[in-house]
């Protein structure tokens, strides 16, 4: 093919790639369940939308939840609602997390592929002066690889039977004597 042609592909190509930037948004229902002595049902809290590569993050619902006076802790996660099963990790916090003196922080954790692996809550004290935006926020973390140990190093042994660049080591005599000559007492 010729240059121009093979040049005009590329620049299509881009163009659509570009263009189907909504491909990597994926959105996940966040629900939580009062813990109580009886079973009570999931409910959904909020639908998130995130990028797994951006890590950017937004609620496309939130329902602040309306908990019997009775429940002092809820359970947080990803569920499917028809089944009752839920699909990530949870996270128990307080029923505090939601009240009106609060502002929640709902952090979704992704593994390497950008799934939701769990869900966990934390909550900010608004304060009586604040006037900033104090709604429910939403952060997205992902999982990355670890630095991996640097394994079959291999160590230089001198003619002396030492490490090579290791320091042979002080006598005490030597690790009191100071540069201008004065000695330490201990």
Request: with cysteine.
């Amino acid at each position: 093919m010729k240059l121009h042609i093979q040049a005009a592909f590329l620049f299509a190509a881009l163009s659509t790639a570009n263009g189907n930037s909504d491909v990597s948004i994926i959105t996940t229902t966040v629900c939580l369940q009062s813990i109580a002595s009886t079973p009570l049902p999931v409910i959904p809290l909020a639908e998130i939308q995130f990028d797994p590569f951006t890590l950017s993050a937004e609620f496309v619902t939130f329902d602040a939840p309306e908990l019997s006076s009775e429940a002092n802790l809820i359970r947080i996660g990803v569920c499917d609602t028809a089944t009752q099963a839920w699909k990530s990790s949870t996270s128990v916090t307080s029923v505090d997390s939601f009240s009106k003196s609060y502002a929640p922080i709902i952090i979704l954790s992704l593994d390497t592929h950008g799934n939701v692996i769990g869900v966990t809550c934390k909550s900010v004290k608004i304060d009586a002066g604040q006037t900033r935006d104090f709604g429910p926020k939403v952060k997205v973390v992902k999982m990355t690889k670890g630095k991996r140990p640097e394994l079959n190093r291999p160590i230089v042994i001198s003619k002396e039977g030492t490490e090579e660049g290791e320091l042979p080591e002080k006598t005490m005599f030597q690790k009191c004597v100071i540069p201008n000559s004065k000695l330490c007492f201990y």
